[in-house]
């Protein structure tokens, strides 16, 4: 006589669950191959009410645990060879997140079970749902191999996946299978086949499957609402949405959302408040995702009584508890820099997850406190070994920008290093920023060491990375290398031809710099304020005089772009370094708008280089009736006069400014050796290791001396 199952089920069950992924599969096949030796034949109606027992308790699961329970007694039962029960232990284990049971389950079921759709089919639903696409790409792969063919629950599945992968030779391929099996009318698979075209951002297929549709669902026109948003149509959305309107089809909140989220992805913030408007006038009760968009589009607009607004209507619908909300609430309060309202509401959260602590890092590193910023920046570190959220790639970028925009690039450089040792690799915001204080520091090596990373991590065709690069190396002095990164680019902006004109313009190379304007122009791309203040410039270092006019009236009369301070500025200083000051001085005097200490300092570093002491005279004095109180006009004139032998007046400059309380920043010069920077200043004590470097400037400075170069000034060590 056979011993009744219950007085083993519970131990097995219980060591089904302390087993580990590869035990618990062993387990299972033992246990099933033992029962199917034991069970004796069952008639039809009583397995049928089996079956249906273990599925209704299978439904009504409600931890992660108790699947695994059943699992074990439907082993026992003998049932485990029932392809309905395989498929309902797949969805159970899959709902919980527990795809390596869900795949035990699929690989142990008999193999006269795998010809069932539905087993495949839940199998696929498990991996797309968690979000393993090229998981369930591999598993259709494997269906189509056994024969078995999909269906219209099989390809929108499928098709979720082909869109993440962004692959197009498996978007149509999938296609072709659905078309096979003429699946072209299936709404819920033309619904698919809409937005995994839409995914790829390939509209016109979209279009044309929409066309062709006999019925169409609210579903469907949601799709192509949502496929104009990804592609930052808004027009097309709305477009879309008047067409739906006129076929009688009443739109859902999803649609007022993917609506609203087309024309804040586009910039388009005044319609997308008025969008919202229109919602709430026709009744349509607000969701989470509306609010969050809506509070993300009062944070670029400067109205604070819009968003204290959008946050009362958050209360008064009860969305106050979405995580989603309050996140989008401490952006919009941050942004508009009201740090104890966003502090409030993070602090009130009861749960809080990574977007959270970024949204409050990036309020306080957006308002310039770096400091703060990286108080909380350290607490979320701290928080590591009681929780799950711990700082990502987003936080570390922003802090890391938030001291390279405050000019700490040391301490931002240091928090990169740190990055690298937290095995966090950085995306191209992250190396953006790095390289930017690369490029401000002159830190040439580390530089080079971040353009590796990015040949390796395949970022060095991202634009944003490509023109950090560019930036880099012009002004560290590496033209070829720079030049090189340029010419390997694909596409080109106007941000990668503004640096080049400007590196080139820093070196004094004028006629390089006129050179790839020009080719700016030839390409199409249309120059803007900054790459004249940039082409400008360069032509007053390289003494461009006749190209510099050329393209200051090109500025104004072919790109219709009207002069600001800046160009007054580049324009009065290549006409001065030329020695036309009368000139210089008359262009001055007929500005449209009060010369500001850029413009006659223009003017003035010009009387000094050529000696014009009235003329100076006569600019210092219009800077000084403006109480600019600056030291760089004081020393200029000073200079001036001391230069022609005025020592008098010379003297009495200096005083004059030193009473004003008024100081020279004394210039800086720094070399990067092993990865540590070491600053040069007149009059400061020596850094550690100093003492080297000063041993070896004395033998430069013998070895000039022997070869009868004379240094411009005597070599002094310092104490």
Known sequence: ML??????????????????????????????????????????????????????????????????????????AGASDSAFLAARLVSVYARFGLLGDARIVFDETPAECKSNLLLWNSILRAYASNGCQEEALEIYVEMRKAGVLGDGFTFPLVMRGCAETGSSIWCRSVHCHALQMGLHHNLHVVNGLMGMYAKLGQMSIVLQLFDRMGARSCISWNTMISGFAWKFDCDGALEMFRRMESEGVEPNVVTWTSLLSSHARSGRDAETVELFGLMRMRGIGPSAEVLAVVLSVCSNMIALHMIKAIHGLVIKVGCEAYLIVKNSLVCAYGKQRRLKDASQLFLEMESKNIVSW?????????????????????????????????PNVISWS???????????????????????????????VTISSVLSVCAELAALNLGREVHCHVVRALLNHNLLVANSLITMYMRCGCLNEGSLVFKKLVVKDLISWNSMIAGCGMHGLG?????????????????????????????????????????????????????????YACLVDLLSRSGSLQEAGEIVKAMPMAPNVCVWGALLNACRMYRDTDFAEATASHVFNQNWETTGSYMLLSNIYAANGQWDDSARLRISAKEKGLKKVPGQSWIELSNKFYMFSSGRALQLGMEDVYGVLEELTLQMETEDIIPAMPLKTGT
């Open 511 to 567: 006629k390089d710099a006129v050179r790839y304007f020009d080719g700016m122009v030839e390409t199409g791309i249309k120059p803007d304020e900054v790459t004249f203040v940039a082409v400008l410039s360069a032509c007053s270092h390289a003494g461009l005089v006749v190209e510099g006019r050329k393209l200051y009236d090109r500025m104004t009369e072919e790109f219709g772009i009207e002069p600001q301070m800046e160009h």
């Open 398 to 428: 922003v802090i890391i920008d938030a001291f390279a925009s405050a000019g700490r690039g040391r301490e931002s450089l240091a928090l990169y290093r740190q990055m690298q040792l937290a095995n966090i690799v950085g995306n191209a």
């Open 3 to 76: 011993h009744s199952p219950r007085p083993k089920l519970i131990p097995r069950a219980r060591l089904a669950l302390a087993l580990n992924f590869t035990d618990r599969r062993l387990f299972f096949s033992s246990l099933a191959h033992e029962r199917s030796q034991a069970r004796s034949p069952s008639s039809s109606p009583a397995r049928n009410e089996l079956l249906d027992l273990f599925d209704h308790l299978l439904r009504r699961c409600c931890s992660a645990e108790q699947p695994g329970r059943v699992h074990a007694r439907i082993v026992v």
């Open 358 to 390: 970024n949204a409050l890092i990036t309020s306080y590193a957006e308002s310039g406190l770096c400091d703060e910023a990286f108080e909380i920046f350290s607490q979320l570190k701290k928080s590591n070994g009681c929780s799950l959220v711990r």
